[in-house]
């Protein structure tokens, strides 16, 4: 009898303990290498501890470009992942179809709606309800100097744009590469962000890129934001194309170019070669841009994959907002966390900057989406705006005729 | 049972049985499967396409009917006639290119050569691997920085330059050395196979009559490889058609969008720009360009009947 | 038969032979190049990448990349490498070769030997759908696997490649087997022997070329293909082209590239394997009938 007894005790007790652990969530992401997989994996140690398991899916490639087409494939099959990593307006799209589970239990118990910025707010939720949780915050209008070859030709932060050029000029007189770009769609976009932000000030911006007004596309602001990407272009080396943007960065780490124009994951290079915000590297905005942040937000956002997992789902997005998790992950990634309550202490110089900037305008309302990296229009516009930036660039187009192709561009991609 | 059936046997045939009415249908069984997979899986996903071209299918197929739309955008976006000229010039350098190498290679490893068993291999492998495995090389060399321009520098002559890959207008040359390195040993197992199926007498009797070896080749054997050819082209033809791997490894479609190609420029909008329908309308247009050289091929192969053996 | 003789009847003087060695070794150096380079690169230590010559031969010789690409190299959250991802591509590949194989074999025998009205219309259908573009079929084809509760397996991955590899397996039989005497198997029908009888004794024991080629011809394309492995495999079933895609085109982080290669290597060495082991066989098969006209 008692063995009896101590054997049911045994199988029932062991099915809880299945049980429990029986939670899993299956995450698609392209976060494949480096300090951003090792952050990763603290988030999933921290659900292991929940007794949640983490499958993970990596699929690398384009910038998540594979991640997407591997995702269309699961949803269509009815099998989603229970977790994806999506940008933008991405999340936004999938929403539409209806696909994505509700978190407001989690975002109400947490507080979400307080602490996280509305302009992220836009995307991680639809129709009202949260159906995302972003991981982070990256910002696209900074601009990587190298100190050394700033102190050696005397070249103070440029804080507009002629002061820009002159400082350029002098870097490449001195046979320094002055701006160092890789020639890819999304880069050369980045840049366009900027000089969109600094001819034409937030106001231009929100009109163009965000709400596509046609006047504004096709005004003699746009004209002038190209003539100032061909100047850029002439201070780019040759080898630009194809270039990937971490071999841009290293061009910056390795001295042999002046500055390079790209998001706030660069820190992370500079930080994996072991230099230093300030003593090594300068980080400042886009001269003409203070004051304003162009963003773009990694959000995982949530699939419904049934009741039985939304309890881990749950857990996820709540240790996904943790403080302690947006801290220590975005120390690494070089962006700044989604919260705007977190303690800016193990941020380095740049970092902490990026968190004042970012305070400063969500209140002013010029927190905006980057257009090139999805968060000022969707996917179609965005490749449409590419197709004549990066031929701009590359030296097909000139001024006008970039400004004559991208109004029908945008208009027929709605 | 046995007189029966021979008694029959000389005044009428022989009465069929269930098992031998079954036993003439048991080929069309056998094949049965792989006919319906391919019916199914083949052919009802190119009509699913085809349905796709006409409506407004976004990131997700939907089904709201839009006529012509699709077909009209498609035929009014340049990254289209890029992809389409990209096309024109890389196939055709492809095929011909491969096709002399491979014909040459085969020719001259036919010659008795010692080591063939080496040299095949070395000249087939290309063939084996994925270009996930190999693009990045192709890359570096391809890289003035990095690759064969500096190197060729290094060794002296310091004028020489080969930056194709970063100019818009010459980066598609260099998908087709790419995409020649890859194809063109198969080609030549295909030419070498066909060589070795020529009767050496046939030879023999030529050079008694005189014929020097160019003659010989030009009017013999050249000929004789006239299957051979029709087969390296449509395999040629398809895999320049289908490129995707070899041209997202080596340019992404770069500088710009200077080396899109369909099969690129389809992958490009169904996936990444949420615009399925013109995806869709492309990937018909893509299906239609490879029927044309297909079916009269496969006419010529199958549909002229036996050829007697 | 000139089967039997390697080489041509064709006589050629001295001079010319010589030009002909110089022409085939410089070809099989413009083909050997990457491979060289991938080699020589993988057993490099990262600083004499970044500093020298491509083509160089290693300052400092190191298996540490090899090692690092089988087993600590970051594929995903964890640094596993490319070790746990190469028995879900034999699982995948070898079921996938053998059904369609056998499966080409028996059409290719229907086809030929038991012609029936519109067998060669059943055959110029199956010859067309060896071209159609995959990423066609992609939506689709999810949808029916998420309907057969296929999706995310590895069975579902099976079925896919023996689907799309029905039609070059069925062709290479298909000429392999037009080719055989059709006199032996009337004379084995006469004998009495039934349909899987004839199969059995009289073609299989002849069609070793081809079926080296089919063999050859199929793994080659099921272990490489990316597309279809990424977009129908869970995360439990990934086969290793994932898996070397996640190591190299990783978008950011350090680039380390001897880590590349020597993955990639790793990656290419069954096929790579496959192809040196049955080269001759390969052209043999091809001569007795996979491509001629």
Known sequence: MRKCLMLAAAVMLGSIVNAAAQEKVEVLHWWTSGGEAAALNVLKKNLEAEGIT???????????????????????????????????????????????????????????????????????????????????????????ANKMIFDKLGIQQPTNWDELIAALDKIKAAGYVALAAGGQPW??????????????????????????????????????????????????????????????????????????????????????????????????????????????????????????????????????????????????????????????AAFDACGKKGMADLKEASEKGTLLGSLAHGHAAPAAVKNAFYDVITATFNGQYTADQAVAQLVPAVQGAQ | MSITLQRSAAISPPARTARERLGDFLPRIVLAPSFAAVLVFVYGFI????????????????????????????????????????????????????????????????????????????????????????????KWFLDPGIGIERIVRLWGWSDFTFDWIKDTQMAIYCVVIAAVWQSSGFVMAMFLAGLRGIDNEIIKAAQIDGATNFKLYKRIIIPMLRPAFLSAFVVLAHLAIKSYDLVIALTNGGPGRATELPATFMYSYTFTRNSMGIGAASAVIMLMMIASVIIPYIYAEVGGGNRGR | MAADIAGTAVRTSRVTRAIIYAALLFFAFYYMLPLYVMVVNSVKPLEEIRGGNMLALPQQFTIAPWLSAWSTAQIGVQPTGLQPYFLNSILIVVPAVAVS?????????????????????VFGMMLLACFIPFQIVLIPMARILGLLGLAGTIYGLILVHVVYGLGFTTLFFRNYYEAFPTELVKAAQIDGARFFQIFRRILLPSSGPIIVVTVIWQFTNVWNDFLFGASFAGFDSMPITVALNNLVNSSTGVKEYNVHFAGALMAALPTLIVYIVSGRYFVRGLMAGAVKG
């Open chain 1, 54 to 144: 983490w499958e993970d899916m990596p699929v690398a490639g384009g910038g998540g470009e594979q991640a997407m087409t591997v995702l269309r494939a699961r949803v269509t099959a009815g099998n989603p992942p229970t977790a994806v990593q999506l940008l933008g307006f991405d999340v936004t799209d999938w929403a539409k179809q209806g696909v994505l589970a509700n978190l407001d239990p989690v975002a109400d118990k947490e507080g979400w709606d307080k602490v996280i910025p509305a302009a992220i707010q836009k995307f991680s939720k639809y129709d009202g309800h949260w159906v995302a949780a972003p991981v982070n915050l990256h910002s696209t209008n900074w601009i990587w």
């Open chain 1, 187 to 344: 880069q050369e976009a980045t840049i366009f962000d900027s000089v969109v932000m600094t001819t034409g000030g937030p106001d231009f911006y929100k009109k163009a890129l965000v709400d596509l007004d046609p006047a504004a596309l096709g005004s003699p602001t746009m004209k002038t934001v190209f003539e100032r990407m061909i100047k850029l272009r002439s201070y780019v080396d040759d080898n630009f194309s194809g270039r990937d943007w971490n071999l841009a960065t290293a061009m910056v780490i390795t001295d042999k170019a002046g500055m390079q124009i790209m998001g706030d994951w660069a820190k992370g290079e500079f930080r994996n070669a072991g230099k230093t915000a300030g003593t090594d590297f300068l980080c400042f905005r886009f001269p003409g841009t203070q004051g304003t942040v162009t963003f773009n937000s990694d959000q995982f956002a949530m699939f419904k994959v049934g009741q039985a997992s939304q309890d881990a789902q749950f857990k996820l997005a709540k240790a996904i907002e943790d403080p302690a998790f947006q801290s220590s992950f975005n120390v690494v990634k070089g962006s700044v966390p989604a919260r705007t309550d977190v303690s800016d």
């Open chain 2, 47 to 138: 009509i699913f396409t085809g349905y796709l071209s006409f409506t407004d299918s976004k990131i997700l197929p939907s089904f709201d009917f839009v006529g012509w739309k699709n077909y009209v955008r498609l035929w009014s976006l340049p990254n289209w006639w890029i992809a389409l000229e990209n096309l024109a010039i890389f196939a055709s350098l492809y095929i011909v290119i491969c096709t002399a190498i491979g014909l040459g290679l085969a020719i001259l490893l036919d010659q008795k050569i010692r080591g063939e068993g080496v040299l095949r291999p070395i000249y087939l492998y290309p063939m084996a691997i994925s270009f996930i495995v190999t693009g990045t090389a192709w």
């Open chain 3, 101 to 121: 194989t056998i499966l080409g074999a028996l059409n290719g025998y229907v086809l030929t030997k038991w012609r029936f009205p519109g067998a060669n219309i």
